[in-house]
Nanobody, 121 residues
Framework: QVHLVESGGGLVQPGGSLRLSCAAS????????MGWYRQAPGKQRELVAS???????KYADSVKGRFTISRVNAKKTVYLQMNSLKPEDTAVYYC???????????????WGQGTQVTVSS
């Protein structure tokens, strides 16, 4: 079984910072791509940031310069450092893993349970 366990969400004031973490567990041999998505009430889910096994990262325009995605490959863990947070960053943040290699083959579209981030004064 492949599980993504997230932590780090919570309530923060505008301008503050949070760091989200997502750890993949199970009989995983390797993971190529991991990323963070978010979904605010009444809005569609959007990609926030992604990172490949080669270290190539991408960011949504709305978070570029404020958020940083990083990865500890040995522990199959991905982080999202969130700085200069704004109220519009309020959303449920989801971790995603793609091209996950297990004994059963390669799978895609593994999702975490989501963690709430609320930015409010």
């Amino acid at each position: 079984q492949v599980h993504l366990v997230e932590s780090g969400g919570g309530l923060v004031q505008p301008g503050g910072s949070l760091r989200l973490s997502c750890a993949a567990s199970g009989s995983i041999l390797s993971i190529n791509a991991m990323g963070w998505y978010r979904q605010a009430p009444g809005k569609q889910r959007e990609l926030v940031a992604s990172i490949t096994g080669g270290g190539s990262s991408k960011y949504a325009d709305s978070v570029k310069g404020r958020f940083t995605i990083s990865r500890v490959n040995a522990k199959k863990t991905v982080y999202l450092q969130m700085n200069s947070l704004k109220p519009e960053d309020t959303a449920v943040y989801y971790c995603k893993a793609d091209q996950v290699l297990t004994a059963y083959g390669v799978g895609n579209n593994y999702w975490g349970q989501g963690t709430q981030v609320t930015v409010s004064s």
